[in-house]
């Protein structure tokens, strides 16, 4: 008993959507679910809370039930799910009065189960072959359909409501807005009218079922809708129950986020779609409804007219039957570009558009007169369309455009200046721009867009000349404005610059350019002229800086020299003069000197070698012959005045006169001992000996003139208006 019971009560469970319930339970006793339970002998009930459907009984029957209610709900094994999104309107047409003409599909299209969703949804199931010819067949009964969908809508809006170009009748009745025409046509029209009224434009991308179902497990990555999202500012989502991707928000964001999921399906099903690129002027012809209905008959795969990307859509699991349809739409582009032609220009020509249509649109409407065919300009587009009855209508309105766009090429140009070059072509109050439209007998324009580019208009030779003889004033002014650098060092800067600017003034006056140095980068640059000036003038500036270097040079040698003088290393040309032993406090002081220039700055090229005007005396007179000298009374030679002269030695005050004597007793030890002084012959100053205004007191200090030996061995010299000791310790005083 217990083997009979779990022989014929084995159990298995599919889940199922809330989409399929309806589909297996609708019909009562003939519904999908009761024909599969009676054909396979098993038990099969729906548990709508868990949405599973149980199938019971003995397992060999359980399992091919369960096998088939899969197949009729995912399809597979030779079966297929279809699923056709329509208006209400084209739904009646499609069941017919009290179902007749659904009855009769699924009676022509043997197996095939057809189910009509309250959301005007039709889903078809059966073997792959009869779900294709019954979709076929409604598409076709869909695409002949006039159907009609009102819309609220205000007289102010109605107003506003451009014209989209798309073929179906608009009545407005009392706040209401009616739409007649083909089911997709006014589908894009209810699309574009609400984004009008409500600022929000939505488009799809219809899939089949095996599309929807791969669609689903790509997209459980969210990040593939999210970029989508991200890169173009539309709203992307998938629509499972419509079986499509809808993408919403402004219409050009939706055109380029509904570009990325073509791009997207492409990658992801690349053998299920195809795009053919057609133009404006053929929606009406390759797109008419009826064309694409033929074309999906015969070829079996699905056709949409796709009006946000200008294209044809084919779509199909089976790559044969896209291969078909492409064909097929291929020779019908052909044929319908016989007998219309769009063209497009790019943003750089946008000027010829103005061009075309003339003063009030007296050339436009010339040329339709002229040709018989109807020609629309749109400026926003940038797009010429030229649509005719026949060939040689079509033939001759495009001779005709071609011929007046290829004269006003000819007769126009823009050239692109360097922005350093506006200034010097238009000249001061644009006279130089001036001469040279007169001259060349074209008109220039200098264009609002974009600043450096100036446009060039006039018969065709004049227009050629004035472009050559521009393009070679804009070489010119490249070559004069091109600079020749070189490096120079911080040191040569003012060798150039000279005083007040005059050496570099002078250069850029004979080489007729302009000399810019960069103190921070440390280099000069020679522009304007031509490269032989400035390269003639680069040869003077370091012409300037070699001879400015060797200067340098000589009086660097000459300090040197007169620093080993001082260290005793050598002896200048002198008169020959009785020289002594050095005392002590020389020695030290030279050692001193020695010390300061080896640890410290040497500041000994500040100052000149000597106090202008100074005499050196050979040597320091005797007691004796100073008194004489001063017995003589000698005023006329005031400008030698003796430092001991009683007048002088009175100047300064006490406290200054206590600290000459400090320095100068110090610096004799003959001095602090009461002995006779050391002769001093050695320290006569001379001609090119370094002094050092530093040490030089402000004061004449002094004593009595017959303490002259107190001075500890001081050396007088005379100048011209001053009078100097210096000590045998090496300070100087100033009298």
Same mark, same amino acid.
């Given at each position: 008993?217990?083997?009979?019971?779990?022989?014929?009560?084995?159990? /298995?469970?599919?889940?199922?959507?809330? /989409?399929?319930?309806?589909?297996?339970?609708?019909?009562?006793?003939?519904?999908?679910?009761?024909?599969?339970?009676?054909?396979?002998?098993?038990?099969?009930?729906?548990? +709508? !809370? =868990?949405?599973?459907?149980?199938?019971?009984?003995?397992?060999?029957?359980?399992?091919?039930?369960?096998?088939?209610?899969?197949?009729?709900?995912?399809?597979?094994?030779?079966?297929?799910?279809?699923?056709?999104?329509?208006?209400?309107?084209?739904?009646?047409?499609?069941?017919? %009065?009290?179902?007749?003409?659904?009855?009769?599909?699924?009676?022509?299209?043997?197996?095939?189960?057809?189910?009509?969703?309250?959301?005007?949804?039709?889903?078809?199931?059966?073997?792959?072959?009869?779900?294709?010819?019954?979709?076929?067949?409604?598409?076709?009964?869909?695409?002949?359909?006039?159907?009609?969908?009102?819309?609220?809508?205000?007289?102010?809006?109605? /107003?506003?409501?451009?014209?989209?170009?798309?073929?179906?009748?608009?009545?407005?009745?009392?706040?209401?807005?009616?739409?007649?025409?083909?089911?997709?046509?006014?589908?894009?029209?209810?699309?574009?009218?609400?984004?009008?009224?409500?600022?929000?434009?939505?488009?799809?991308?219809?899939?089949?079922?095996?599309?929807?179902?791969?669609?689903?497990?790509?997209?459980?990555?969210?990040?593939?809708?999210?970029?989508?999202?991200?890169?173009?500012?539309? %709203?992307? !989502?998938?629509?499972?129950?419509?079986?499509?991707?809808?993408?919403?928000?402004?219409?050009?964001?939706?055109?380029?986020?509904?570009?990325?999921?073509?791009? @997207?399906?492409? @990658?992801?099903?690349?053998?299920?779609?195809? +795009?053919?690129?057609?133009?404006?002027?053929?929606?009406?012809?390759?797109?008419?409804?009826?064309?694409?209905?033929?074309?999906?008959?015969?070829?079996?795969?699905?056709?949409?007219?796709?009006?946000?990307?200008? !294209?044809?859509?084919?779509?199909?699991?089976?790559?044969?039957?896209?291969? %078909?349809?492409?064909?097929?739409?291929?020779?019908?582009?052909?044929?319908?570009?016989?007998?219309?032609?769009?063209?497009?220009?790019?943003?750089?020509?946008?000027?010829?558009?103005?061009?075309? *249509?003339?003063?009030?649109?007296?050339?436009?409407?010339?040329?339709?007169?002229?040709?018989?065919?109807?020609?629309?300009?749109? %400026?926003?587009?940038?797009?010429?369309?030229?649509?005719?009855?026949?060939?040689?209508?079509?033939?001759?309105?495009? /001779?005709?455009?071609?011929?007046?766009?290829?004269?006003?090429?000819?007769?126009?140009?823009?050239?692109?200046?360097?922005?350093?070059?506006?200034?010097?072509?238009?000249?001061?109050?644009?006279?130089?721009?001036?001469?040279?439209?007169?001259?060349?007998?074209?008109?220039?324009?200098?264009?609002?867009?974009?600043?450096?580019?100036?446009?060039?208009? &006039?018969?065709?030779?004049?227009? *050629?000349?004035?472009?050559?003889?521009?393009?070679?004033?804009?070489?010119?002014?490249?070559?004069?404005?091109?600079?020749?650098?070189?490096?120079?060092?911080?040191?040569? *800067?003012?060798?150039?610059?000279?005083?007040?600017?005059?050496?570099?003034?002078?250069?850029?006056?004979?080489? &007729?350019?302009?000399?810019?140095?960069?103190?921070?980068?440390?280099?000069?640059?020679?522009? &304007?002229?031509?490269?032989?000036?400035?390269?003639?003038?680069?040869? =003077?500036?370091?012409?300037?800086?070699?001879?400015?270097?060797?200067?340098?040079?000589?009086?660097?040698?000459?300090?040197?020299?007169?620093?080993?003088?001082? #260290?005793?290393?050598?002896?200048?040309?002198?008169?020959?003069?009785?020289?002594?032993?050095?005392?002590?406090?020389?020695?030290?002081?030279?050692?001193?000197?020695?010390?300061?220039?080896?640890?410290?700055?040497?500041?000994?090229?500040?100052?000149?070698?000597?106090?202008?005007?100074?005499?050196?005396?050979?040597?320091?007179?005797?007691?004796?012959?100073?008194?004489? #000298?001063?017995?003589?009374?000698?005023?006329?030679?005031? #400008?030698?005045?003796? *430092?001991?002269?009683?007048?002088?030695?009175?100047?300064?005050?006490?406290?200054?006169?206590?600290?000459?004597?400090?320095?100068?007793?110090?610096?004799?030890?003959?001095?602090?001992?009461?002995?006779?002084?050391?002769?001093?012959? #050695?320290?006569?100053?001379?001609?090119?000996?370094?002094?050092?205004?530093?040490?030089?007191?402000?004061?004449?200090?002094?004593?009595?003139?017959?303490?002259?030996?107190?001075?500890?061995?001081?050396?007088?010299?005379?100048?011209?208006? =001053?009078?100097?000791?210096?000590?045998?310790?090496?300070?100087?005083?100033?009298?």
């Amino acid at each position: 008993i217990v083997r009979n019971f779990i022989k014929n009560n084995y159990i /298995e469970e599919v889940q199922i959507s809330a /989409e399929d319930e309806p589909t297996l339970l609708t019909g009562g006793s003939d519904s999908a679910i009761n024909k599969l339970a009676k054909e396979f002998g098993v038990d099969l009930s729906l548990n +709508r !809370s =868990k949405l599973v459907v149980q199938a019971k009984g003995e397992k060999d029957k359980v399992q091919p039930a369960v096998k088939r209610l899969n197949q009729f709900l995912h399809g597979g094994d030779g079966y297929t799910v279809s699923r056709i999104a329509v208006t209400e309107q084209a739904l009646g047409v499609v069941i017919g %009065k009290n179902g007749s003409k659904r009855a009769e599909l699924e009676k022509k299209h043997e197996g095939v189960n057809l189910f009509i969703h309250r959301s005007n949804r039709i889903t078809i199931r059966g073997p792959e072959a009869a779900v294709e010819e019954c979709r076929v067949d409604i598409l076709r009964l869909v695409s002949s359909v006039r159907i009609q969908q009102i819309m609220s809508i205000t007289p102010e809006q109605h /107003e506003a409501l451009p014209n989209y170009g798309i073929p179906v009748s608009v009545t407005l009745t009392e706040g209401t807005l009616k739409l007649r025409g083909i089911f997709a046509d006014v589908r894009d029209a209810q699309a574009l009218l609400k984004e009008q009224m409500t600022g929000i434009y939505e488009a799809r991308v219809e899939l089949d079922a095996a599309q929807l179902t791969c669609v689903r497990g790509a997209i459980r990555d969210p990040s593939h809708f999210a970029r989508m999202e991200e890169s173009t500012g539309a %709203k992307v !989502s998938l629509d499972g129950n419509c079986s499509a991707i809808v993408v919403t928000g402004k219409r050009s964001q939706v055109r380029k986020a509904k570009s990325l999921v073509v791009g @997207f399906l492409d @990658f992801l099903l690349p053998d299920d779609f195809e +795009r053919l690129k057609i133009s404006k002027p053929l929606h009406a012809t390759v797109g008419e409804a009826s064309v694409l209905a033929d074309t999906a008959a015969v070829s079996g795969a699905t056709v949409i007219l796709d009006r946000d990307l200008s !294209s044809i859509q084919v779509q199909s699991s089976d790559s044969e039957k896209i291969k %078909k349809a492409v064909a097929i739409l291929k020779e019908k582009i052909k044929d319908a570009e016989k007998l219309a032609f769009v063209i497009n220009f790019d943003q750089s020509e946008s000027w010829l558009i103005p061009l075309i *249509i003339g003063k009030g649109g007296n050339r436009v409407n010339g040329l339709r007169l002229e040709t018989g065919c109807q020609i629309e300009v749109n %400026k926003a587009e940038r797009t010429v369309t030229v649509t005719g009855e026949d060939e040689v209508t079509v033939a001759k309105a495009r /001779e005709a455009l071609d011929q007046m766009i290829d004269t006003a090429r000819k007769q126009c140009c823009f050239i692109e200046l360097p922005a350093d070059a506006i200034a010097a072509f238009l000249g001061r109050q644009g006279a130089h721009v001036k001469t040279f439209a007169t001259e060349h007998k074209v008109e220039v324009e200098r264009m609002r867009k974009d600043p450096c580019k100036v446009k060039v208009t &006039g018969e065709e030779d004049a227009v *050629i000349s004035a472009k050559k003889a521009l393009t070679g004033w804009i070489e010119a002014w490249e070559e004069k404005q091109a600079g020749s650098s070189m490096s120079i060092e911080k040191s040569s *800067i003012p060798a150039v610059l000279g005083r007040g600017g005059a050496v570099i003034s002078a250069l850029q006056k004979e080489f &007729g350019c302009k000399v810019d140095i960069n103190r921070e980068e440390l280099t000069l640059t020679v522009n &304007g002229s031509n490269s032989e000036q400035r390269e003639a003038a680069l040869t =003077k500036i370091r012409e300037i800086i070699e001879r400015d270097k060797a200067n340098q040079e000589e009086k660097r040698k000459a300090r040197n020299d007169n620093f080993d003088y001082e #260290n005793g290393d050598h002896q200048p040309s002198q008169p020959k003069q009785t020289q002594a032993k050095p005392n002590n406090n020389n020695s030290n002081s030279n050692s001193n000197s020695v010390g300061l220039l080896d640890g410290r700055k040497n500041r000994s090229g500040e100052f000149a070698a000597r106090p202008v005007g100074l005499t050196v005396e050979a040597e320091v007179p005797s007691k004796s012959k100073r008194r004489r #000298n001063r017995r003589k009374g000698n005023a006329a030679n005031t #400008n030698n005045k003796d *430092i001991s002269d009683d007048s002088t030695l009175q100047v300064g005050s006490a406290a200054g006169r206590n600290l000459f004597n400090l320095l100068v007793s110090e610096s004799s030890p003959a001095a602090n001992r009461n002995e006779p002084p050391v002769s001093t012959n #050695n320290k006569v100053m001379a001609a090119d000996e370094q002094w050092d205004s530093s040490t030089v007191s402000s004061a004449a200090i002094g004593s009595d003139p017959e303490e002259e030996s107190a001075l500890g061995g001081g050396i007088v010299v005379r100048g011209a208006n =001053k009078s100097y000791i210096k000590s045998a310790s090496g300070f100087t005083v100033r009298v």
